[in-house]
């Protein structure tokens, strides 16, 4: 691929971050506008701001990679991750804005009236969103090197350095506006080539359906039995709704009701997105069968213009597709560093400016130095485990303390901790161990250890009755009541 | 004007979106104190709940009847729709329908939870 196509793809897309970021800075200036913002956001600007970032490296990229390389059971992930936010939408948006949280720390605390609570819930969140910015550090290097010919490095330190540039100078400030923009673009870098690879394909082979695709496995990935299926849901399904990027943008919507409708758009923004990695994939088994056997599965979407348009439109394509891309590392890595550095700067810094702008910095760096010591692994599998940890840690805190009046401090403590360290563990040894060697309940944690973070919740909250917090009730009815009374309706 | 960093929520003031003189905060105020009012806050909550589980266990029934019906139906993995493989075609399109209309149905009935609820604790 020409080199020349990468960069200036990659120079537009922060261009255009920039610029949508300034106007969207012009029209909230004032403080007062930021608060009156989250009664003016209509819920298509939210829904696209939350598909924006949600569609990070690993659907991007990693779902045709995967598809690539294991077929139909590859389409359980984006099954996966659209059918999380169905579980986010039943069982915790509304109440989850009816609390008034801007974090989920925040949360926590306020449910169970303990600061020991926040401070654990915290330290998982900021683990969580460490391990999820990884993966998409991983898909930007892996961008550069196909793209660009560059050292791989330069993909992750670009776009650590755009976000800690854009969140630390308050450009970023706008993020809604960005964010819906980064959906809309990542959509477009996906549909527009895909039309056009059908044409092509369509044209030489006298079919406008591509050839059924090959039964041959083109790796030597063994198929999934259905517990790896099961774990694998069981983690997408419920480790959604911890996610801590997630949450902020609920708090833009002005009530309980309208989180709902927003969700419910954004699960028909998701839906139209994922038909397009799937295409990806099942194009590429055909016509990029060489791809997996190479290793570079997840390259998948960035080749496939150029190699079957070809000529200028290939190249023209290809700088759609690379622009896409990046939307997708920069809109999730932004969104997370700006959630982990309010978590950070309230906890550590005492909620100052000057900590918010260190607590950003240390939370894009930290990942940068982790992903620079890391290899990648197929990165809709990475973040399949960083959905693994979410759902054995902060799932069972947030469903319990919305549903269940018995939860208290110490049973949340003892969940959180006893989940993540199951499920930690069981991620350090898979990557010890190593892809062929680590057995299925070790690669695919979430099926034991979910129920168990749930169970050591519930038993612990049982065994330390009295110290349920006295506030319960009316927190409970704050989750759980319509912000208005109905007048306009009747 | 100055401009200040928001990195927290203001303090969880009521809001007093005042209609025909009870405010949203007296209605909970009231919800909250009395017996009466946490009974109807107690059967809200538990009808959001039942709600939210019958959907998601049907739409997770429906989930798996997709693979089942792929291994036990003989014969229809392998066929086509379109040129395109059955199976391909169920997994990687047809379950989005299925999670979107889950979505509608939940919404539409957790909101009318919401009205009844309203209606009994607002008029009392």
């Not at chain 1, 009156?36 to 659907?59: C, D, F």
């Not at chain 1, 319990?400 to 006893?418: E, F, Q, S």
């Not at chain 2, 993995?77 to 391909?88: K, Q, R, V």
Request: aromatic share 8%; hydrophobic share 55%; net charge positive.
């Amino acid at each position: 691929m020409n080199p020349v196509v990468g960069v200036a793809a990659f120079a537009a897309v922060t261009l255009a971050t920039a610029v949508v970021g300034f106007y969207g800075l012009k029209v909230s200036r004032t403080t007062g506008d930021f608060y009156v913002a989250s009664r003016t956001v209509k819920p298509w600007w939210n829904a696209s701001a939350i598909g924006g970032e949600y569609l990070s490296a690993a659907s991007f990229l990693g779902v045709a990679g995967l598809i690539l390389l294991s077929g139909t059971d590859a389409l359980w992930y984006p099954v996966g991750y659209t059918a999380g936010y169905l579980m986010l939408l039943l069982f915790v948006a509304a109440p989850l804005r009816r609390s008034g949280a801007y974090t989920i720390p925040d949360f926590t605390e306020a449910r169970l009236d303990s600061s020991a609570v926040r401070r654990v819930t915290s330290l998982v969140v900021v683990v969580v969103g460490w391990l999820y910015i990884v993966p998409q550090l991983h898909g930007a290097a892996l961008a550069i090197r196909i793209t660009t010919g560059l050292p791989a490095w330069v993909g992750p330190v670009a776009v650590v350095a755009v976000v800690c540039i854009t969140v630390v100078a308050g450009g970023m400030r706008s993020v809604t506006f960005v964010q819906a923009f980064q959906y809309w673009l990542k959509l477009t870098a996906l549909a527009v080539p895909i039309v056009f690879i059908l044409l092509v394909l369509g044209g030489a082979t006298g079919t406008t359906a591509p050839a059924a695709p090959p039964a041959v496995n083109p790796s030597a990935l063994a198929p999934a039995g259905p517990y790896q299926i099961i774990s694998l849901l069981v983690a997408l399904l419920f480790g959604t709704l911890g996610l801590p990027h997630v949450l902020v943008r609920f708090y833009t919507n002005p009530d309980g009701q309208s989180a709902r409708r927003t969700t419910l758009i954004v699960l028909g923004l998701l839906s139209v997105f994922y038909l397009l990695p799937t295409a990806y994939g099942m194009i590429g088994r055909v016509v990029a069968p060489d791809l997996a056997e190479s290793g570079q599965a997840d390259a998948l979407v960035l080749l496939l213009p150029g190699r079957v348009v070809g000529g200028m439109a290939g190249d023209l394509l290809s700088a759609l597709v690379v622009a896409g891309a990046f939307a997708a590392f920069l809109s999730t890595t932004s969104g997370l560093v700006v959630s982990l550095a309010g978590v950070i700067s309230q906890d550590v810094f005492g909620g100052s400016v000057r900590g918010f702008r260190l607590a950003a910095l240390i939370s894009a760096l930290v990942p940068l130095g982790i992903a620079s010591m890391t290899e990648s692994m197929a990165l809709a599998g990475s973040v399949g485990l960083v959905f693994a940890f979410t759902a054995s840690t902060i799932c069972p805190v947030l469903l319990l303390g919305i549903w269940w009046r018995g939860l208290t401090d110490a049973g949340a403590i003892a969940g959180m901790v006893t989940g993540g360290v199951f499920c930690g563990s069981a991620m350090v040894a898979g990557s010890v161990l190593g892809a062929a060697a680590t057995p299925s309940w070790l690669a695919q944690p979430a099926a034991w250890t979910v129920p168990v973070a749930f169970a050591v919740m519930v038993l612990v909250s049982r065994a330390t009755q009295g110290r349920v917090p006295r506030t319960m009730t009316r927190v409970m009815t704050r989750l759980h009541t319509p912000e208005r009374p109905l007048a306009t309706e009747r | 004007m100055t401009r200040v960093r928001v990195t927290a929520p203001r303090s969880l003031r009521p809001t007093a979106v005042l209609t025909g003189g009870r405010s949203a905060a007296a209605l909970r105020e009231a919800a909250e104190e009395s017996d009466a009012g946490q009974l109807f806050v107690r059967s809200l909550i538990r009808s959001q709940l039942r709600l939210a589980l019958v959907v998601a266990l049907g739409f997770l029934l429906i989930l798996l009847a997709f693979p089942l019906m792929l291994g036990l139906v003989p014969g229809l993995a392998d066929s086509t729709i379109a040129g395109l493989p059955f199976d391909w075609v169920l997994l990687g399109a047809g379950i989005y329908p299925v999670i979107g209309l889950s979505a509608w149905l939940y919404v539409r009935t957790a909101a009318r939870n919401e009205a009844r609820y309203r209606d009994l604790a607002g008029d009392k």
